[in-house]
């Protein structure tokens, strides 16, 4: 079976989809020797340079720079320790359990840990200034991060209405209508969605552009709840869903896009709007592979019945039949504050069991998307059952816990719970799926012989 192979395929390589800014041109330069001691200029700032300033330089959302030594020096102790629990950069998958292939992985390699932590130990030296990489070239932040993939800027933009968030405030919720003013039927290969200005990034907790349309073939592929009619989800770290060649999702005449964008105050009154960017199909052409974005549900009985009681560790599941066969292209978990984990596991019509996807140490404040390679996308056929498990720790014991002594219900804000992937469908017909599981297995094959 196609799935049985994927975790043979290393840590990747295409940053087609990165789920934020890279670096331009530079290569990892992992320490080589082991006993040598590292230093700041020859083994750190590589490694810096290509997995941590994406984030830490001035203007962008983590609260320091890392880009000189000046910068990083009073920082060491506080790297070494995010580092080793592997809580910074920020990607949660679990390192020992399913696929490993992943189009935008950020996270660091042993070797790379290694070298931080026995640079930190021996005193953090800076070393020889000669040996600075070049400082890193980040793409323009005015400039669409696939408008050099699709040869210019998206063919449809969408704002918000502008939303004032005051300096002191609990969460506010905004949820405004706005029509797409297309008049007729298109298919989009490529969408973006940011918050339109710098400081925007600051209060915008999380955006969902809902597609809101005339539906005939509400039947696609799987049981979810909410169906074909959302776009994309946004958060945090997440910059946009491309869909791969002659895939794409429809957008039909007369829609409109519902917003919900999820605000936090930040001291500073802000006011912005997020926009979303659709790439679409030229007039007239139609992909053969219809992909939809679905909510998967991590417990069963509707929103009324998720119940995480006070005091203890709440385990839930819930199960999702795969009406037509499909190409699981991502992981997204979403949970809130008291969420912990969350697994996708693919129970195959033959009874066969495969892991695909393990977070056991969810962090709420980063709702990473994770994009499996190309080589790595599970092949599921008709009759999978894609089974879900989250776990919510409501004790005294999860540092950030608002107050283990309340029950906890289904909720928008933050301190109730949800349990919900995001995942990305393509459903494909039977000789697409046969055609794709063969190209997996040849594929497979040639990576064996090579060995
Ligand atoms: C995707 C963005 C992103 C990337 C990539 C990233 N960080 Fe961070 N980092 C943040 C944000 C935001 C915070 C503050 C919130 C938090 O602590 O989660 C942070 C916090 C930290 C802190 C704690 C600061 C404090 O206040 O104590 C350290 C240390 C750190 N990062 C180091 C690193 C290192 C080293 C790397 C690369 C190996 C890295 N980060 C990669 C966004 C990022």
């Known amino acids: 079976m196609a799935l049985s192979r994927t975790d043979r395929f290393g840590p990747v390589i295409a940053f087609l989809v990165s789920a934020f800014a890279m670096p331009v041109g530079l290569h990892a330069a992992a320490a080589e020797v082991a006993d040598e001691q590292p230093t700041f200029t020859k083994d750190i700032a590589p490694i810096f340079r290509e997995k941590c300033e994406a984030c830490h330089r001035a203007g962008y959302i983590a609260p320091m720079s890392l880009q000189t030594y000046a910068e990083v020096r009073p920082w060491a102790r506080s790297i070494k320790q995010r580092v080793e629990t592997r809580q910074m950069p920020p990607w949660h998958i679990d390192k020992a359990v399913g696929i490993q292939a992943f189009k935008n992985d950020r996270s660091l390699t042993d070797a790379e840990i290694d070298t931080v932590v026995r640079w930190v130990d021996s005193g953090a030296p800076q070393g020889n200034l000669a040996d600075m990489p070049p400082p890193a070239v980040f793409a323009d932040d005015d400039v669409w991060n696939y408008a050099d993939v699709f040869g210019g800027p ?4 969408i704002h918000s209405t502008p939303y004032t968030m005051p300096a002191l405030a609990q969460d506010h919720w905004w949820k405004p209508e706005v029509p797409t003013g297309l008049t007729e039927d298109r298919w989009i290969r490529g969408i973006e969605i940011r918050p339109s200005t710098v400081p925007g990034r600051r209060i915008t907790h999380h955006a969902l552009a809902r597609l809101q349309q005339e539906e005939a073939d509400a039947a696609l592929g799987a049981a979810s709840d909410i169906g074909p009619g959302l776009l994309m989800e946004w958060a945090v770290g997440k910059q946009g869903e491309m869909m791969r060649p002659n895939s794409g999702k429809l957008i039909k005449a007369d829609s409109s896009i519902v917003w919900d964008i999820h605000y936090h105050a930040v001291g500073e009154q802000i006011t912005d709007t997020v926009e979303l960017g659709l790439y679409l199909y030229p007039v007239g052409e139609v992909p053969k592979h219809r992909q939809v ?4 549900t991590t417990f069963e009985g509707g929103r009324e019945a998720l119940s995480i009681l006070p005091n203890q560790m709440t385990v839930t599941e819930a199960f999702h039949v795969m009406k037509q066969n ?5 992981f997204q978990p979403h949970l809130h504050l008291r969420g912990r984990g969350m697994q996708m596991e693919a129970i195959l019509p033959d009874g066969g069991r495969q892991v695909l996807s393990l977070v056991s140490k969810f962090d709420f404040n980063w709702h990473n998307n994770y994009v499996y390679a190309d080589d790595a996308a599970p092949l599921l056929p008709k009759g999978t059952v894609l089974a879900f498990k989250a776990w919510y720790d409501n004790t005294a ?15 928008d804000r933050t301190v109730d719970e ?8 393509t459903y494909l017909d039977d000789a697409d799926f046969e055609a794709a599981v063969a190209e997996r297995k040849s594929g497979s094959e040639r990576t064996d012989s090579e060995e």
Do not use: C, K, T, Y
């Open 154 to 157: 998206p063919d449809l933009i």
């Open 293 to 296: 974005l679905s909510a998967f």
């Open 326 to 330: 499909g190409r699981i292209e991502n």
């Open 397 to 411: 014991g999860l540092r950030g816990n608002p107050d283990p002594n309340q029950w906890v219900g289904w909720g």
């Open 418 to 425: 949800m349990g919900h992937a995001w995942v990305n469908v």
